[in-house]
């Protein structure tokens, strides 16, 4: 059965779409992919959607049918290129773009992206709003990865760790016995860094980490940093850009507007490497392997502090494991359409705080 898994993530940068097999046992396969970047003025846009106190209701709704519009013709293109018909696939599991996450107490997420324009000009059933159940049932919505990591990535050896670095770095802690496994968001990955390098160089992200190389971290910095209290919260917890801007951090160390441009850049990448050791020296394993996923897998800078930190993992990337580290999460959101239509659980409430085990989703047929 084949599926389509659409995620757009916090780093505002386009959708990522993955077309999956998914196999009698339930496993995902990934046949083929496809990127559509947004452009600049829609980023811009989205970001203010995101990140402002008041947002006019105009915009909202325009933004909600645009993106529809986009993740639509994001899926068209990925069946033309490749050559298959929309009668070939299930169904799509489209994530979103979110807008607004508030963990608990009193916990929402909003994710825009009109899944009734999906479902009509593609003519395939679309899955979505997949985090608003969980929340019902007591949870945050979020991480909704660790589940489709227990299915795909489990191996019967060592200690196994699956860590995402997108706009926020989240991980999954892999258990033989699934009640076991568990994951949350451990802070920043690219969010303040991406943020950093557009405001001073005018550039969407660091290339291979090369600025943040040329720099010095400042620990004076990072040790004012690494106070905020979401640090050291105990799982399960979940987070956004809410907490984790520019702005919030530029108001606590203004600082850092009067430091070397280099130096603040290569700190708040050590800001993110030094919470990832601190969550998994907390709550992981420190010995065994760590497979990276998203973009950040790309930051070979940021790998090698990561490293750095955690010098008995041996890290590698979701590749070796089968899945193209771009890819895990829309492969994740076209495996939670599965679930979603053959009435199975996709949510790990050990991962998100929920009462229990959840269909998510709403489905519009096609
Ligand atoms: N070649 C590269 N060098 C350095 N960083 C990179 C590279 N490619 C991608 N990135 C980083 O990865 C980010 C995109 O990652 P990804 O698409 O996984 O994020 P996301 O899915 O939007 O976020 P999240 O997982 O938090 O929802 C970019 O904004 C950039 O910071
Ligand atoms: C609310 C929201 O969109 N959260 C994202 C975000 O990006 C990474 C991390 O924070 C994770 O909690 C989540 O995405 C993935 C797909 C998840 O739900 O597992």
């Given at each position: 059965?084949?599926?389509?898994?659409?995620?757009?993530?916090?780093?505002?940068?386009?959708?990522?779409?993955?077309?999956?097999?998914?196999?009698?046992?339930?496993?995902?396969?990934?046949?083929?992919?496809?990127?559509?970047?947004?452009?600049r003025a829609l980023q811009a846009k989205l970001?203010?959607?995101?990140?402002?106190?008041?947002?006019?209701?105009?915009?909202?709704?325009?933004?909600?049918?645009?993106?529809?519009?986009?993740?639509?013709?994001?899926?068209?293109?990925?069946?033309?290129?490749?050559?298959?018909?929309?009668?070939?696939?299930?169904?799509?599991?489209?994530?979103?773009?979110?807008?607004?996450?508030?963990?608990?107490?009193?916990?929402?997420?909003?994710?825009?992206?009109?899944?009734?324009?999906?479902?009509?000009?593609?003519?395939?059933?679309?899955?979505?709003?997949?985090?608003?159940?969980?929340?019902?049932?007591?949870?945050?919505?979020?991480?909704?990865?660790?589940?489709?990591?227990?299915?795909?990535?489990?191996?019967?050896?060592?200690?196994?760790?699956?860590?995402?670095?997108?706009?926020?770095?989240?991980?999954?802690?892999?258990?033989?016995?699934?009640?076991?496994?568990?994951?949350?968001?451990?802070?920043?990955?690219?969010?303040?860094?991406?943020?950093?390098?557009?405001?001073?160089?005018?550039?969407?992200?660091?290339?291979?980490?090369?600025?943040?190389?040329?720099?010095?971290?400042?620990?004076?910095?990072?040790?004012?940093?690494?106070?905020?209290?979401?640090?050291?919260?105990?799982?399960?917890?979940?987070?956004?850009?809410?907490?984790?801007?520019?702005?919030?951090?530029?108001?606590?160390?203004?600082?850092?507007?009067?430091?070397?441009?280099e130096d603040v850049l290569a700190s708040l990448?050590?800001?993110?490497?030094?919470?990832i050791s601190r969550g998994i020296e907390q709550?992981?394993?420190?010995?065994?392997?760590?497979?990276?996923?998203?973009?950040?897998?790309?930051?070979?800078?940021?790998?090698?502090?990561?490293?750095?930190?955690?010098?008995?993992?041996?890290?590698?990337?979701?590749?070796?494991?089968?899945?193209?580290?771009?890819?895990?999460?829309?492969?994740?959101?076209?495996?939670?359409?599965?679930?979603?239509?053959?009435?199975?659980?996709?949510?790990?409430?050990?991962?998100?705080?929920?009462?229990?085990?959840?269909?998510?989703?709403?489905?519009?047929?096609?």
């Amino acid at each position: 059965m084949l599926y389509i898994g659409l995620m757009s993530g916090t780093s505002l940068d386009g959708i990522d779409a993955a077309l999956v097999e998914i196999d009698q046992q339930g496993m995902p396969h990934l046949l083929a992919s496809h990127y559509q970047s947004y452009d600049r003025a829609l980023q811009a846009k989205l970001f203010n959607l995101s990140q402002a106190v008041e947002v006019k209701l105009e915009d909202l709704a325009a933004f909600d049918h645009q993106l529809g519009r986009l993740y639509a013709h994001c899926c068209l293109t990925l069946l033309k290129k490749h050559n298959y018909q929309a009668c070939d696939i299930q169904a799509i599991g489209c994530h979103g773009q979110t807008i607004r996450h508030k963990p608990r107490p009193n916990a929402f997420s909003m994710q825009i992206g009109d899944a009734n324009i999906v479902a009509e000009l593609t003519g395939i059933t679309t899955v979505a709003d997949f985090r608003r159940r969980d929340i019902a049932a007591g949870g945050e919505g979020a991480p909704l990865v660790p589940a489709f990591h227990q299915y795909a990535f489990l191996n019967d050896h060592n200690p196994r760790q699956i860590l995402n670095l997108g706009g926020i770095a989240n991980i999954t802690i892999l258990s033989q016995d699934p009640e076991h496994t568990f994951g949350f968001d451990l802070g920043p990955a690219n969010a303040l860094s991406n943020e950093w390098v557009e405001k001073h160089w005018q550039l969407n992200f660091d290339e291979g980490g090369a600025i943040a190389r040329s720099g010095t971290f400042q620990p004076d910095l990072i040790k004012r940093w690494i106070a905020i209290e979401y640090f050291n919260k105990p799982p399960p917890k979940s987070t956004g850009r809410e907490l984790f801007n520019l702005a919030q951090f530029e108001l606590h160390t203004p600082e850092v507007n009067s430091l070397k441009k280099e130096d603040v850049l290569a700190s708040l990448i050590e800001l993110t490497a030094i919470s990832i050791s601190r969550g998994i020296e907390q709550w992981g394993y420190t010995e065994g392997e760590l497979f990276l996923c998203g973009g950040g897998a790309r930051n070979i800078y940021l790998v090698e502090r990561i490293q750095h930190h955690l010098l008995n993992i041996r890290i590698g990337l979701t590749d070796d494991l089968g899945i193209p580290a771009d890819m895990v999460e829309a492969c994740a959101f076209a495996w939670l359409a599965y679930r979603t239509m053959n009435g199975l659980n996709g949510n790990l409430p050990n991962a998100t705080g929920a009462k229990g085990p959840r269909v998510l989703g709403a489905i519009y047929p096609a």
